[in-house]
T-cell receptor, first 114, second 113 residues
Framework: AQSVTQPDIHITVSEGASLELRCNYSYGATPYLFWYVQSPGQGLQLLLKYFSGDTLVQGIKGFEAEFKRSQSSFNLRKPSVHWSDAAEYFCAVVSPSGANNLFFGTGTRLTVIP | DAGVTQSPTHLIKTRGQHVTLRCSPISGHKSVSWYQQVLGQGPQFIFQYYEKEERGRGNFPDRFSARQFPNYSSELNVNALLLGDSALYLC????????????FGQGTRLTVV
């Protein structure tokens, strides 16, 4: 069955520390991969996406993600977290040969402490 | 440029009632998708419309329906509301049917009491 797994429900990091949020997918073929961020009471904002090519993808707000085919993973990273990064982060996929819609993981809530 | 706009922002309904949620896509976008986000979960796909035709439907009961108008705006209708329908309803617009360039609205928070 197709699935997107975000193993960490909640992560707490200190401001200035590095961050890695994990995402694993289970699809027959490599899907299109996305990371979205959602601030409290807000809609979703696209951070970055991967379709093909260079496996290290740069996004907005200083985020990057690395696609690893062998591990079926697409982890999100940031070298130095800012207090404004506190939010909910969602990994999502679109099947390149199936439905058009986004399929989301359950999310990881990021808390940033001073 | 206006982004995706949804109305209303908040709504409280009683069990058994009907609700209509509205979405205006970004100008030039012809595809509108609806997602339901229950508290603590990721968004789940409900419907997609492109050029006024239904292009996809998620695993939701027939109480949920939608339509797209000639100006590409869209309505999501939910009949016979249940407590479990309480959620944030998100609308996403894109130029093409494939949601690889989807832009989301702020959502409508529906509370069913």
């Amino acid at each position: 069955a197709q699935s997107v797994t975000q193993p960490d429900i909640h992560i707490t990091v200190s401001e200035g520390a590095s961050l890695e949020l994990r995402c694993n997918y289970s699809y027959g073929a490599t899907p299109y991969l996305f990371w979205y961020v959602q601030s409290p009471g807000q809609g979703l904002q696209l951070l970055l996406k991967y379709f093909s090519g260079d496996t290290l993808v740069q996004g907005i707000k200083g985020f990057e993600a690395e696609f690893k085919r062998s591990q079926s993973s697409f982890n999100l990273r940031k070298p130095s977290v800012h207090w404004s990064d506190a939010a909910e982060y969602f990994c999502a996929v679109v099947s390149p040969s199936g439905a058009n819609n986004l399929f989301f993981g359950t999310g990881t809530r990021l808390t940033v402490i001073p | 440029d206006a982004g995706v706009t949804q109305s209303p922002t908040h709504l409280i309904k009683t069990r058994g009632q009907h609700v209509t949620l509205r979405c205006s896509p970004i100008s030039g976008h012809k595809s509108v998708s609806w997602y339901q986000q229950v508290l603590g979960q990721g968004p789940q796909f409900i419907f997609q419309y492109y050029e006024k035709e239904e292009r996809g439907r998620g695993n939701f009961p027939d109480r949920f329906s939608a339509r797209q108008f000639p100006n590409y705006s869209s309505e999501l209708n939910v009949n016979a509301l249940l407590l479990g329908d309480s959620a944030l309803y998100l609308c996403a617009s894109s130029f093409r049917p494939l949601n690889t360039e989807a832009f989301f609205g702020q959502g409508t928070r529906l509370t069913v009491v």
